[in-house]
């Protein structure tokens, strides 16, 4: 607030003669709206409008083969809505209606959820639809009438690889989780390992500690890898030659984003790529200032529906570059698949000795890897096709079996539990 503070208190409040020519100016100017505006008259409420607020239900990944969506009603009109009924479908499929009855005041909400639907692996849609409100079939508004959801059933078939070219950011399927609205990952055009573009987080500009961001790659199928990696081209550049630094890390989740268990994490002069490690001007990176990052997912090799995403916390240092993402490996051939697809782990749940066995595969070696993708246990075969583990010496829990086989690696994951 601009006033006279510098006068008596009985006039502290008021403008001076160009404060108020300015004002005036801008209201005339740039806010010629709000001297006709009606905001300081009463809402116009109409008898009946209601609405399709959002959908809860499904999230934009889904991991099983059906939908039960659930839906926000919400009451626009002055009158309570008693009965409205409501029409759903899955791409251009064929509708199904639910009829909901209660008493949903104005401004109200309802929750409603309507009945499963089977879906397929790949891309869709969920469309909501408003047919009758109280008996009536058109409100005051259309507008709010429909509600439209894209998810995606499973992951998506790899390869996957991701160059940032187009000027659409984040890519198609790719998310950004920004919970400070701050400053977060974005599209620049000033640097890049190939092409003319990468993904940064200007950190060089972020005037905050301890802030997340995250960049997050569409849901993948990773069950047609022996041994799937991610890999992608990092440049960064630290500040200061303080013990500050900028971190990133890779997360997965193999239940649709429930829990995620970190793969990768480097921050420091871990985390740089330059010589000196900082400079204390915005880093910008030349040609050979970037490092090939690849992380091993073979942990996760059997997860028809993996999430994996970069995760930043930013320490006001300076800016981090991504660029050539791709995650991939070695594709599995029909013989090799079928050998891997043969391999058992039994008894599961187990109270603490299992049988590896497999009618046409080897197992050379187990590595025993805890919740967090640690591996706390090894153990190496003679050539055979029976493999017995002990894990008795491990507190209860789920762990993840990495089998290597000549044919191949396999996962499979068991329950301990005495």
Not at 44 to 59: C, N
Not at 193 to 201: H, I, N, V
Not at 217 to 227: D, G, I, V
Not at 374 to 387: H, I, M, P, R
Request: hydrophobic share 40%; glycine share 6%; proline share 6%.
């Amino acid at each position: 607030m601009n006033y006279m503070d510098y006068t008596h208190d009985a006039c502290m409040n008021l403008f001076t003669q160009g404060q108020k020519t300015v004002m005036q100016s801008s209201l005339s100017r740039y806010r010629a709206g709000l001297l006709t505006s009606p905001g300081c008259q009463p809402v116009q409420i109409p008898a009946l409008d209601a609405a399709v607020q959002g959908i809860i239900s499904p999230a934009y990944v889904v991991c099983e083969n059906q939908v039960a969506p659930v839906v926000v009603l919400k009451n626009l009109g002055s009158q309570p809505l008693t009965w409205v009924q409501i029409a759903y479908r899955i791409d251009n499929g064929p509708s199904q209606t639910v009829d909901w009855s209660g008493a949903l005041a104005t401004f109200g909400t309802a929750t409603v959820a309507l009945p499963s639907l089977p879906v397929t692996a790949g891309a869709h849609t969920l469309t909501v639809s408003i047919v009758s409100r109280n008996g009536v079939a058109t409100d005051a508004s259309s507008a709010n009438d429909q509600y439209v959801t894209a998810f995606q059933v499973q992951g998506l078939g790899l390869p996957l690889t991701q160059g940032f070219e187009s000027p659409v950011f984040p890519p198609e399927g790719w998310r950004v989780q920004n919970p400070d609205y701050g400053v977060t990952w974005s599209r620049t055009t000033r640097a890049a390992k190939a092409g003319a573009a990468s993904a940064y987080l200007q950190n060089y500009d972020y005037d905050a500690a301890g802030q997340v961001d995250e960049l997050v790659l569409p849901p993948l199928n990773l069950t047609s890898r022996t041994a799937p990696v991610l890999t992608f081209q990092l440049a960064y550049s630290l500040y200061s030659s303080s013990d500050y630094s900028d971190t990133l890390e890779v997360w997965v989740s193999t239940d649709c984003g429930v829990n995620y268990q970190r793969v990768y994490q480097k921050f420091g002069r871990s985390l740089t790529t330059t010589t000196p490690h900082y400079t204390d001007k915005e880093f910008v990176p030349t040609a050979n200032q970037w490092r090939l990052e690849t992380v091993d997912l073979s942990a996760f090799a059997n997860t028809a529906t993996a999430l994996v995403k970069f995760r930043h916390v930013t320490e006001y240092e300076n800016n981090l570059y991504l660029d050539d993402v791709k995650v991939d490996g070695v594709p599995l051939g029909t013989a090799e698949e079928q050998a891997l697809q043969a391999l058992q782990v039994a008894p599961n749940p187990t109270t603490g000795l299992v049988q590896i066995t497999s009618p046409v595969a080897n197992v050379e070696r187990v590595q025993v890897l805890d919740a967090v993708g640690k591996v706390v246990q090894e153990a190496s075969y003679s050539q055979g096709k029976l493999a017995q583990l002990s894990l008795a010496n491990q507190p209860n829990g789920i762990y993840l079996l990495r089998l290597v086989t000549p044919k191949g690696v396999v996962v499979r994951r068991v329950l301990l539990m005495r």
